[in-house]
Antibody, heavy 116, light 107 residues
Framework: QVQLQESDPGLVQPSETLSLTCTVS????????WSWIRQPAGKGLEWIGR???????NYNPSLKSRLTMSVDTSKNQFSLKLSSVTAADTAVYYC??????????WGQGTLVTVSS | DIQMTQSPSSLSASVGDRVTITCRASQSINNYLNWYQQKPGKAPKLLIY???SLQSGVPSRFSGSGSGTDFTLTISSLQPEDFATYYC?????????FGPGTKVDIK
């Protein structure tokens, strides 16, 4: 059974770059799209972007100018970098596999706080 | 971007009640509509994909219907473990978007 686990960056300074990694276990990362989704406290879900194992990406236009996603198939990992963060980027960040056209499974989520 | 709306935003119901949640897309999305359940402090869990297909392991009291712009999630007989927030999500085009959620709590 495939499981996903996000890294835990914890606190990120304003204007710095948020870096997250999702490690996939129990199956191969190959031949799937993988996504990041975030959720501010008490609010709804926002899709951040997706990456295929070839490296092809689709980003949410609202974040595109600050966003970079990458994949490392040798480590069964994919990553997100979000630059110039502000308090508005504080959220729980989830990674998820895109199975056909839906998100399943999901990681447990990691809280990222942007604060000095 | 395709905008998703849900109604109601919250509802109170009793164990055994039939519950219906509606999701509407701002344009036709065919059947590219998924439903998730989220409990506090947990990741969302896929319930229904492609509008009406039940995810493996999900109880049969959950069902989905609809096509085009209007969709429905139905819980035929609400159980204690079903009290949660439910989100719809379109996968017709990027950026994928979610509805604002419907919170189901105990009456």
């Amino acid at each position: 059974q495939v499981q996903l686990q996000e890294s835990d960056p914890g606190l990120v300074q304003p204007s710095e770059t948020l870096s997250l990694t999702c490690t996939v276990s129990g199956g191969s990362i190959s031949s799937y799209y993988w996504s990041w989704i975030r959720q501010p406290a008490g609010k709804g879900l926002e899709w951040i972007g997706r990456i295929y194992t070839s490296g092809s990406t689709n980003y949410n236009p609202s974040l595109k100018s600050r966003l970079t996603m990458s994949v490392d198939t040798s480590k069964n990992q994919f990553s997100l970098k979000l630059s110039s963060v502000t308090a508005a980027d504080t959220a729980v960040y989830y990674c998820a596999r895109v199975t056909a056209y839906w998100f399943d499974p999901w990681g447990q989520g990691t809280l990222v706080t942007v604060s000095s | 971007d395709i905008q998703m709306t849900q109604s109601p935003s919250s509802l109170s119901a009793s164990v055994g009640d039939r519950v219906t949640i509606t999701c509407r897309a701002s344009q036709s999305i065919n059947n590219y509509l998924n439903w998730y359940q989220q409990k506090p402090g947990k990741a969302p869990k896929l319930l229904i994909y492609a509008a009406s297909s039940l995810q493996s392991g999900v109880p049969s009291r959950f069902s989905g219907s609809g096509s085009g712009t209007d969709f429905t999630l139905t819980i035929s007989s609400l159980q204690p473990e079903d009290f949660a927030t439910y989100y719809c999500q379109q996968s017709y085009s990027t950026p994928f978007t979610f509805g604002p959620g419907t919170k189901v709590d105990i009456k």
